[in-house]
């Protein structure tokens, strides 16, 4: 059985555990990071030198971290289409979009650090406004994106989705002022209908 070390308020074990749902596969779930612990050990750092969450083990013995990567691992080994898209470029443009999180996202770690995990008399309410600011280009190019499609990659839900999905949750749930982006709004109502994404992603944010 496949082991997963992370605990379910962290958005990149929220992926792992969205993917793990979607390809219908059991798991077992030891809480790590944070108040748990467990990362700073030999044990888990022979496992993932960054000392970070998610960290999985195969029941085959294949070690992964990184988020992105273990949910395009599981899609590829254990999915099927079109969560794994056999078309090649329809993979690509679903790993595009899984990049895309990874380079143009940043700015909402300070905005989400801040207001939900910074006590209020401790938090740089400047540094929030400039990454609200920066946030609001940067979902507008998702939003302009999906004017003709319901998903990232096109018209069916991808591994692809998982990624951006779960940072779509966060940023529509922040106690922040957003431009009105609909097309937005309306791809998150259709996220809200996967189950995996209703019992792992859209919670109250912690």
């Given at each position: 059985?496949?082991?997963l ?16 749902d ?19 050990t ?20 294949t ?15 254990y ?51 400039r ?58 109502e ?17």
């Amino acid at each position: 059985m496949l082991t997963l070390w992370g605990r379910t308020n962290s958005i990149n074990v929220m992926k792992v555990l969205w993917v793990l749902d979607e390809i219908g596969m059991k798991y077992e779930r030891k809480d790590a990071g944070m108040q748990f612990g467990v990362v700073d050990t030999p044990e888990y750092r022979a496992m993932n030198p960054n000392g970070r969450v998610p960290t999985i083990k195969d029941d085959d013995g294949t070690v992964l971290f990184e988020s992105n990567t273990i949910t395009r691992y599981l899609a590829a080994r254990y999915g099927q289409p079109p969560l794994y898209p056999a078309y090649p470029p329809l993979r690509a443009k679903s790993e595009m979009w899984m990049d895309w999180q990874l380079s143009s996202l940043g700015d909402m770690t300070p905005v989400f650090w801040q207001l939900i995990r910074t006590p209020a008399e401790k938090r740089d309410m400047a540094l929030v406004e400039r990454s609200c600011k920066a946030l609001e280009t940067v979902w507008g190019i998702v939003d302009k994106h999906l004017a003709d499609k319901r998903y990232l990659a096109g018209d069916e839900f991808t591994y692809g989705d998982i990624p951006v999905g779960c940072f779509v949750h966060r940023y529509l749930s922040l106690p922040i002022e957003r431009p009105k982006l609909e097309n937005l709004a309306a791809y998150y109502e259709r996220l809200k209908q996967r189950p995996g994404y209703v019992k792992h992603v859209a919670l109250p944010l912690t």
